[in-house]
């Protein structure tokens, strides 16, 4: 077996960003090989597969009594390999208790290995499905800590840019489980020389005016997906939908959204101007992560709320939760058919 070197970044003491010597290496070997390495260097021991994609897979692995969730991942060249050295990056520096926690990074000339905090209690929408009662004063416990990681990740130079329902996991199926963020795979980092984005990214249904516009957006466009999220989870549907992608877009660019009865008739008016402060089209009106925290509906606590159950929200969330992976699975079928046509 030829020699593979691994470059370990651990959570207790990393040594900063990842220098592009970190992703070259000239020795290889065969999988079984690199993961008997992985295994040896590193002291997580691999078990079953939990999950796979076209580039990644999932499997369980065990230190110390400790489980985690390895994503093993087949490194691509060029720009792609850009954005995983920067998600590494991102995932080394944050450290919060409401967002996924990496352990290990490990590299080798062909795979790298992402130990990641195992999240056992699938999406928060759905947890809230599942459980099939869910309050105002729930919903601001909720927000409170997604706002509380949000504003740690800006104060870090870090603009999530891809916050939807899908990348809030709940860490276990048990009454005192939290959510967390995840997936930060369109994150970027910024500066002050440098907080201007331009790329377009994210997903439509929850992505800002100032992206669509392309005119340059700043972490601002974290404050509007969150907005959308906590609409949801007042209601349980969307504050912008359409037949397609494009009158989606016009109706975001616009703020085109209204608090539809009855499903809004027993929620607070301080939850609508909450929601309408993170749903300002101009970004530089919008608040931003320190104004939202001392927004009246979050710092007024869970005593001025009622705490009867939202009557619509399950329903409407299960069957907006539905949509979203009816859509998902038409989307996927679509590109496996694009791949098959370009390959024949």
Same mark, same amino acid.
């Given at each position: 077996m030829q020699n593979v070197k691994f470059d370990v970044w651990d959570s207790d003491g990393g040594s900063g960003d990842l220098a592009e010597h970190d992703f070259v290496g000239s020795a290889t070997g065969t999988l079984g090989e690199i993961v008997a390495q992985f295994e040896s260097e590193s002291g997580w021991k691999l078990a079953k597969e939990l999950g796979s994609g076209h580039f990644a897979k999932v499997r369980?692995?065990?230190?110390?009594? @400790?489980?985690?969730? &390895?994503?093993?991942? *087949?490194?691509?060249?060029? #720009?792609?390999?850009?954005?995983?050295?920067?998600?590494?990056?991102?995932?080394?520096?944050? @450290?919060?208790?409401y967002i996924v926690q990496c352990f290990d990074a490990l590299d080798t000339p062909e *795979?790298?290995?992402?130990? $990641?905090? =195992? $999240?056992?209690g699938g999406e928060l929408f759905d947890r809230i499905v599942d459980k099939g009662h869910f309050t105002e004063a729930d919903a601001v416990g909720v927000t409170a800590k997604l706002l509380s990681a949000l504003k740690? +990740?800006?104060?870090?130079?870090?603009?999530?840019? !891809? +916050?939807?329902?899908?990348?809030? +996991?709940?860490t276990d199926h048990t009454e005192e489980a939290e959510v967390k963020i995840t997936d930060f795979g369109l994150s970027k980092v910024f500066d002050a020389q440098t907080q201007v984005m331009q790329t377009p990214c994210g997903t439509p249904g929850y992505i800002a005016p100032e992206v669509l516009l392309m005119v340059g957006y700043d972490k @601002?466009?974290? =404050?509007? #997906?969150?907005? /959308?999220? &906590?609409?949801? +989870?007042?209601?349980?549907?969307?504050?912008?939908?359409? !037949?397609?992608?494009?009158?989606?877009?016009?109706?975001?660019?616009?703020?085109?959204?209204?608090?539809?009865?009855?499903?809004? !008739?027993?929620? #607070?008016?301080?939850?609508?101007?909450? =929601?309408?402060? $993170?749903?300002?089209? !101009?970004?530089?009106k919008r608040v931003d992560c320190d104004g939202a925290m001392e927004h009246p509906w979050l710092k007024e606590g869970v005593e001025a709320l009622g705490?009867?159950?939202?009557?619509?929200? /399950?329903?409407?969330?299960?069957?907006? @939760?539905?949509?979203?992976?009816?859509?998902?699975a038409f989307l996927a079928v679509q590109a496996g058919t694009r791949m098959g046509s370009a390959t024949s």
């Open positions: 369980m692995a065990t230190k110390d009594g @400790q489980e985690a969730a &390895v994503k093993i991942i *087949k490194k691509p060249k060029g #720009s792609k390999l850009a954005i995983i050295k920067s998600e590494v990056d991102i995932l080394k520096k944050v @450290q919060h208790p *795979k790298m290995f992402l130990v $990641m905090e =195992i $999240m056992r740690y +990740l800006h104060s870090l130079g870090i603009a999530h840019r !891809d +916050l939807k329902p899908e990348n809030l +996991l709940m @601002q466009c974290d =404050i509007w #997906s969150l907005g /959308v999220i &906590v609409y949801i +989870l007042l209601c349980g549907f969307p504050p912008f939908y359409a !037949d397609n992608d494009a009158q989606l877009f016009e109706k975001i660019k616009k703020g085109e959204f209204e608090f539809l009865r009855p499903y809004w !008739d027993p929620i #607070s008016s301080s939850a609508k101007d909450f =929601i309408n402060k $993170m749903l300002t089209v !101009d970004p530089k705490s009867a159950a939202l009557p619509t929200l /399950v329903t409407e969330l299960k069957a907006t @939760q539905a949509k979203r992976r009816m859509k998902a």
